[in-house]
């Protein structure tokens, strides 16, 4: 498959997938997408690593649109779906940081122990929990 083409098909994939984690992060309790988010995996792919990378950089790139502005809690939830439906295990990641008397959270996904998405920010913030990464076992 052509570059070119690769981009598109992972940039459309990317939109649906924000649209639809924007819409649930705002309609269904926080229990209900942690549950989805931290269910085993099926099928697993050891050698994925460009694919991730693709994920990755249309979640971003898709994400910082104006019309789509997603914060980091549905684009963690969009990169997680769109890796999970490649068989690549990853974790989503939720931290908080506290300065200057404000206190902000952050929500990223890790692969093994590189931070995939949301990487920039996640640095300053200390984690509390992890979701995923759970392989199911027959």
């Not at 963690?76 to 779906?81: F, L």
């Not at 300065?99 to 929500?107: E, L, P, T, Y």
């Not at 093994?112 to 998405?117: A, K, L, P, W």
């Amino acid at each position: 498959m052509k570059s070119s083409t690769m981009r598109r098909a992972y940039l459309r994939e990317a939109a649906l997938t924000l649209i639809i984690a924007r819409l649930a992060v705002r309609i269904l309790p926080p229990t209900w997408i942690f549950a989805w988010v931290n269910r085993p995996m099926r099928h697993t792919r050891r050698f994925a690593a460009d694919e991730a990378q693709w994920v990755a950089w249309s979640i971003e790139t898709i994400g910082e649109k104006r019309w789509m502005h997603a914060l980091c809690l549905p684009r963690a939830v969009a990169a997680q779906a769109m890796l999970r439906r490649r068989g690549i295990i990853s974790r989503l990641c939720l931290g908080v940081a506290c300065d200057d008397g404000a206190f902000s959270a952050h929500a990223w996904i890790e692969i093994g122990r590189d931070v995939v998405v949301g990487g920039a920010d996640a640095a300053g913030f200390a984690q509390v929990t992890r979701f995923g990464g759970i392989v199911h076992r027959p």
